[in-house]
């Protein structure tokens, strides 16, 4: 089956994103926007993808675009282009599936996230039956 042969050519990114600090700014000076952008995105999973294949640019271009297009005024054309980016740098489902990018199951978290939780206990049709008392009607 095929999906058994591709299995070994996905990457796995680690749920916990990059560490370390961001790349410098590449572009022409950055607005405050952007530079709130620029360090959201340089934490993600995807960005140890990006600094291994140098895409600096590429990130920093779809940021100035990503804040234009937030203004009112922005034109719908340009909201298109920031999908599109976005697919690019695997930043969307489909672009995740495109750039063959899996993000790791954060183990720490659901451990984290389960620990205080009992096992919701499954009733039965039967069990859900409630005897109501007198005439019934």
Do not use: C
């Not at 271009?61 to 203004?71: C, G, Q």
């Not at 672009?95 to 620990?115: F, K, Y």
């Amino acid at each position: 089956m095929r999906r058994d042969r591709d299995a070994g050519e996905w990457t796995i990114l680690p749920a916990e994103g990059r560490q370390g600090a961001m790349p410098e700014w590449p572009l022409t000076e950055q607005t405050i926007r952007e530079h709130e952008l620029w360090a959201s995105l340089w934490r993600k999973p995807q960005a140890i993808m990006w600094e291994r294949y140098g895409q600096e640019y590429e990130v920093a271009l779809y940021v100035r675009r990503f804040a234009e297009a937030e203004a009112m005024e922005s034109r719908v054309n340009l909201s298109t282009l920031v999908r599109q980016m976005a697919d690019s740098l695997g930043l969307t489902t489909p672009g995740m599936r495109a750039n063959r990018w899996r993000i790791a199951a954060d183990e720490v978290a659901e451990r984290r996230e389960g620990s205080g939780k009992q096992p919701v206990k499954r009733r039965t049709a039967r069990d859900r039956f409630k005897v109501v008392p007198g005439d019934g009607g």
